[in-house]
C-alpha cells in the first residue's frame, strides 16, 4: 500500500471520528498522536486533507448533495460521506494530484471500509464531481 493511501485512511478515520464521534480536532489529533508519530512520513498530506474537509465542508457537503441524486448527505452511511469528503477536497484543493488517481483511491478506500455497493456509488458521484476541479 502507497503512503498516500495510508494518508487517505487515517483521514477517513480522524473523519469518521469527527463526523460521527463529534470529537473536537484537538482531541481526535491527541488520539491520532499515538497511532500517527510526527516520524510518520504520510502524516502531514493526512492532516492536511482532515483539515482541508473540516476547513471546507460545507462547501465540499453541498457540492456532493449537488451531484448525488436524491440524496441528501445525512443519509448517507458515515463511511461513505466522508470518502466522498476526503476525495472532494483533493479534487478541489490538491490539483497536483491527477483526478483518475484520487478516484481510483476513493474507490479503493469504499472496497476496504464499506459495503458492496459503495465502492459504485462513490465512483458514479466522483465522476460527476470531477467536473468542479477547473471551475475554481
Same mark, same amino acid.
Given at each position: 500500500?502507497?503512503?498516500?493511501?495510508?494518508?487517505?485512511?487515517?483521514?477517513?478515520?480522524?473523519?469518521?471520528?469527527?463526523? *460521527?464521534?463529534?470529537?473536537?480536532?484537538?482531541?481526535?489529533?491527541?488520539?491520532?498522536?499515538?497511532?500517527?508519530?510526527?516520524?510518520?512520513?504520510?502524516?502531514?498530506?493526512?492532516?492536511?486533507?482532515?483539515?482541508?474537509?473540516?476547513? *471546507?465542508?460545507?462547501?465540499?457537503? /453541498?457540492?456532493?448533495?449537488?451531484?448525488?441524486? /436524491?440524496?441528501?448527505?445525512?443519509?448517507?452511511?458515515?463511511?461513505?460521506? *466522508?470518502?466522498?469528503?476526503?476525495?472532494?477536497?483533493?479534487?478541489?484543493?490538491?490539483?497536483?494530484?491527477?483526478?483518475?488517481?484520487?478516484?481510483?483511491?476513493?474507490?479503493?478506500?469504499?472496497?476496504?471500509?464499506? *459495503?458492496?455497493?459503495?465502492?459504485?456509488?462513490?465512483?458514479?458521484?466522483?465522476?460527476?464531481?470531477?467536473?468542479?476541479? /477547473?471551475?475554481?
Amino acid at each position: 500500500m502507497s503512503t498516500r493511501r495510508e494518508a487517505r485512511e487515517c483521514s477517513l478515520k480522524m473523519l469518521y471520528m469527527f463526523d *460521527n464521534c463529534s470529537m473536537q480536532e484537538k482531541d481526535i489529533f491527541k488520539v491520532f498522536d499515538e497511532v500517527l508519530p510526527v516520524e510518520i512520513s504520510y502524516r502531514e498530506f493526512s492532516v492536511k486533507i482532515f483539515r482541508g474537509v473540516c476547513q *471546507n465542508q460545507t462547501k465540499i457537503d /453541498n457540492l456532493i448533495e449537488k451531484y448525488a441524486d /436524491n440524496w441528501d448527505i445525512k443519509r448517507m452511511s458515515v463511511i461513505d460521506r *466522508n470518502i466522498l469528503r476526503l476525495a472532494c477536497f483533493e479534487i478541489l484543493y490538491m490539483k497536483e494530484t491527477p483526478i483518475n488517481v484520487i478516484i481510483d483511491e476513493a474507490v479503493e478506500i469504499a472496497k476496504k471500509y464499506s *459495503n458492496r455497493d459503495s465502492s459504485k456509488f462513490v465512483n458514479g458521484i466522483l465522476d460527476k464531481i470531477q467536473t468542479e476541479r /477547473n471551475k475554481n
